[in-house]
């Protein structure tokens, strides 16, 4: 599988994390859910996970989705707009639809985890 490649490797994952973040940081619905977040602690752990979905050389040390999310009380339309957030930074980035699509359907699995609301 190449997705990680496909996605630019190393620093093509680590360019779609920044613009990932510099998109949440202009979206005055998603921004605030961040406001206490250690940022360079979320752009570590993005760019880990990111890079071990698209089979890349990495390892995820995070914490589980369902204790990051649960207590945060998220909807399904603020999920969706994070989604398209995270489209926004792979479409700046030059990255495919169709590679769009094998990052997105490799993180949806993740939605039940997310959602508590
Ligand atoms: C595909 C959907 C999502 C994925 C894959 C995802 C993934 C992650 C990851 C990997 C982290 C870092 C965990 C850690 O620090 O150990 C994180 C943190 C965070 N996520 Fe998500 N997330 C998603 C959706 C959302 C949504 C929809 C929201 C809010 C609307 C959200 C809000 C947050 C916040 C606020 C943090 C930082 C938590 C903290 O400050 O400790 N996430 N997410």
Redesign the pocket.
């Known amino acids: 599988d190449t997705l990680y490649d496909d996605l630019g490797g190393q620093q093509g994952v680590a360019n779609i994390v920044d613009d990932y973040i510099t998109e949440i940081s202009f979206d005055k619905n ?1 921004y605030p ?2 406001k ?3 940022i360079e ?2 752009r570590t ?2 760019q ?2 990111f890079c071990m979905v698209s089979n890349g050389p990495c390892e ?1 040390t ?2 589980t ?1 369902e204790a ?2 649960a207590g ?1 009380q ?1 909807d399904k339309s ?2 969706n ?3 398209e957030l ?1 489209q926004n930074a792979m479409t700046s980035q030059g990255v495919s639809y169709a590679d769009q699509n094998r990052l ?1 359907q490799r ?2 699995p ?2 039940p985890a ?2 508590h609301r």
Do not use: C, P, S, W
Request: aromatic share 12%; proline share 0%; glycine share 4%.
């Open positions: 998603i859910f961040f206490n977040t250690d602690r979320l752990k993005l880990e996970q995820y995070g914490d989705m990051v999310h945060m998220i603020q999920f707009r994070v989604v995270l997105i993180l949806a993740m939605r997310i959602i």
